[in-house]
């Protein structure tokens, strides 16, 4: 079984302070991708990354992934309370049926 | 962009009703749809893969009976949640692949809730 371990949890931050969200694996993925979910609603994609050591650059989002195609993280710049929901890594297996392996997931609080 | 549409958004029925729910690809031909399960601030767990025309293939641990998907065209794969009981209550989501434009595209999701 594949795992997606992400941290921190939970994260409760000020609006203007940055944070990193880290998303780890023993696991090599063919693409990684990230997505935010509001309450009641489906995970949006924000991003893919397919290539080690690949970084991109979302506005304020900064996404990575590591060199070995097993992990990645996202950075967020001057947080808003518009960012504030779950975010999601998602790892996806070369000849693995094309499933998505969630991430364990990271809940973001941005206050005022 | 790609659009998944699934419905009902939200149900509640009595212990022992099945319930079916549908998930459309409205713009695009998907020939793999994903159903997840989601509970209360926890990630989303992969439920079945479903392939146009085939039957699904059901992870570890999942009831197929209990769980019946059926994915009779290339835009609509239904789950139908058969006898249910108040621990099916939960958030479920599907997902439809167009890995050649779109990568994978998620409906809003249903809320159901057995009592």
């Known amino acids: 079984t594949q795992l997606l371990e992400q941290s921190p949890q939970f994260l409760s931050i000020q609006e203007g302070e940055n944070l990193t969200v880290y998303c780890n694996s023993s696991s090599v993925f063919s693409s990684l991708q990230w997505y935010r979910q509001e309450p009641g609603e489906g995970p949006v994609l924000l991003v893919t990354?397919?290539?080690?050591?690949e970084v991109k650059k979302l506005k304020r989002l900064t996404f990575q992934f590591g060199d070995a195609r097993k992990d990645s993280s996202l950075h967020i710049t001057a947080a808003q309370p518009g960012d504030t929901g779950l975010y999601l890594c998602a790892g996806e297996t070369a000849g693995g049926g094309n499933k998505l392996t969630f991430g364990t997931g990271t809940q973001l609080k941005v206050e005022l | 962009g790609a659009v998944v549409s699934q419905h009902p958004s939200w149900v509640i029925c009595k212990s022992g009703t099945s319930v079916k729910i549908e998930c459309r690809s409205l713009d695009f031909q998907a020939t793999t749809m994903f159903w997840y399960r989601q509970f209360p601030k926890q990630s989303l767990m992969l439920m079945a893969t479903s392939n146009e025309g085939s039957k699904a293939t059901y992870e570890q641990g999942v009831e197929k009976d209990k769980f019946l998907i059926n994915h009779a065209s290339l835009t609509l794969s239904t789950l139908t949640v058969t006898s249910a009981h108040p621990e099916d209550s939960s958030f479920y989501i599907c997902?439809?692949?167009?890995?050649?434009?779109?990568?994978?595209?998620f409906g809003s999701g249903t809320r159901l809730t057995v009592v």
């Open positions: 990354v397919v290539t080690g050591g």
């Open positions: 997902s439809a692949s167009d890995l050649a434009n779109y990568g994978y595209t």
